[in-house]
């Protein structure tokens, strides 16, 4: 289940962009787009007004209980290397695209991403896999990354899946099977 729903996530990314609707990798021209977009975006210094903008909620421990959350402090001031959650979804796209395409170059880096929860299972392996699903402006074409929140348990630490959350942590990668895959490792998951 995880590789074909990991797959499928990569497929769809890679075929929705820049209008390639092929699933083809995008050719030296296209990659240097991109490449130059996701430059921009982690470039970007924002205010640090947050009063327009709405505050997580709650935040999940790793016993299940509530807290209050973190406001809206910009990558800047909390150590974040990649703050997505203040990029616009241009940006969020494009830079989600090159985490998914090019994950070894954001190895270390500290990352904020806001989407839904998702989970699956792979009988096969015995092992449940977590992802953040991150819609498009115009909530047609999903692009996701796993995370991995260690000392939660499934499902009482978790919420429901479709519910809104933000995480942050620190890209990793493990092998299974012979392949190598990336994930956030999780220090915060929040509900919003």
Do not use: W
């Not at 991109?34 to 421990?61: F, G, M, Q, R, Y």
């Not at 994950?103 to 991403?113: A, D, F, W």
């Not at 015995?126 to 047609?140: E, G, K, L, Q, S």
């Amino acid at each position: 289940m995880k590789k074909v729903y990991a797959m499928a996530v990569f497929a769809l990314s890679a075929a929705l962009a820049l209008g390639s609707c092929a699933g083809e990798k995008p050719d030296s021209k296209q990659q240097a787009i991109i490449n130059e977009v996701v430059k921009d975006a982690t470039a970007i210094t924002l205010p640090t007004d947050t009063t327009s903008a709405a505050a997580p909620e709650a935040s999940l421990s790793p016993a299940g209980s509530t807290s209050a959350a973190p406001t809206g402090d910009t990558a800047q001031d909390t150590g974040v290397d990649i703050d997505l959650t203040v990029m616009n979804p241009t940006m969020i796209y494009a830079t989600v695209y090159d985490i998914v395409t090019a994950p070894e170059q954001y190895l270390g880096k500290t990352i904020r991403v806001s989407g839904y929860f998702d989970t699956g299972y792979d009988e096969s392996l015995d092992t449940r896999y977590y992802f953040v699903v991150i819609p498009d402006a115009t909530a047609c074409c999903l692009q996701g990354l796993e995370f991995k929140a260690d000392g939660r348990v499934y499902p009482d630490d978790y919420p429901e899946v479709r519910t809104d959350i933000q995480i942050s942590g620190t890209l990793d990668k493990y092998v299974e099977q012979g392949h190598d895959y990336y994930y956030i490792a999780s220090d915060s998951m929040v509900v919003v």
